[in-house]
T-cell receptor, first 116, second 114 residues
Framework: GAVVSQHPSRVICKSGTSVKIECRSL??????MFWYRQFPKQSLMLMAT?????????EQGVEKDKFLINHASLTLSTLTVTSAHPEDSSFYIC????????????FGSGTRLTVV | AQSVTQPDIHITVSEGASLELRCNYS??????LFWYVQSPGQGLQLLLK??????LVQGIKGFEAEFKRSQSSFNLRKPSVHWSDAAEYFC????????????FGAGTRLAVHP
């Protein structure tokens, strides 16, 4: 089945630094990938939709300059949290869809970001 | 507006008992419906999905869900719950094509008593 690998699974960084999270589709090509943020005991909030070779589409209220998304290939999308602050600490999850979406959306295992 | 409602935030059942998790949706087009399960600190695992056809969908781990268009519902059921089923369950709705975003419900946290 479709597998999405997300790395790193956990990261601790100092306030003011940047952190990059990678999302790879291992056995399929993902034209579109999605980035979500999840606060403790809450649901997933879509941050942005990442399309290969084009600019990401951000949801209302998400700072595009703070959460940089790059989708340079059909198997890799990255989320960079720039100038991270403690309030950016959260669980970030990516997902990708197989062609046509008929197989559903496969999720990565998530990245726990802690900014100290 | 597109939305998903999971009315039950927490549910506790005894091991071996039956389970039903409720999900209602609002979606302007033909919906693609999903149920995902999430263990603490983990990503989401797809339990089952409905795109078209038979309205009773079988999934993994003994789960099933029934799509009822007239009620805009997609409830998840399991006849006999195991302790390992304790987790967070999310219902989601999306459109066709794989490029449409998923809209998630708030989730239902399931606890299983021995």
């Amino acid at each position: 089945g479709a597998v999405v690998s997300q790395h790193p699974s956990r990261v601790i960084c100092k306030s003011g630094t940047s952190v990059k999270i990678e999302c790879r589709s291992l056995d399929f090509q993902a034209t579109t990938m999605f980035w979500y943020r999840q606060f403790p005991k809450q649901s997933l909030m879509l941050m942005a939709t990442s399309n290969e070779g084009s600019k990401a589409t951000y949801e209302q209220g998400v700072e595009k300059d703070k959460f940089l998304i790059n989708h340079a290939s059909l198997t890799l999308s990255t989320l960079t949290v720039t100038s991270a602050h403690p309030e950016d600490s959260s669980f970030y999850i990516c997902s990708a869809s197989t062609a046509g979406g008929v197989e559903g959306y496969t999720f990565g295992s998530g990245t726990r970001l802690t900014v100290v | 507006a597109q939305s998903v409602t999971q009315p039950d935030i927490h549910i506790t059942v005894s091991e071996g008992a039956s389970l039903e998790l409720r999900c209602n949706y609002s979606y302007g087009a033909t919906p693609y419906l999903f149920w995902y399960v999430q263990s603490p600190g983990q990503g989401l695992q797809l339990l089952l999905k409905y795109f078209s056809g038979d309205t009773l969908v079988q999934g993994i781990k003994g789960f099933e869900a029934e799509f009822k268009r007239s009620q805009s519902s997609f409830n998840l059921r399991k006849p006999s719950v195991h302790w390992s089923d304790a987790a967070e369950y999310f219902c989601a709705v999306g459109g066709s094509g794989g490029y449409n975003k998923l809209i998630f419900g708030a989730g239902t946290r399931l606890a299983v008593h021995p």
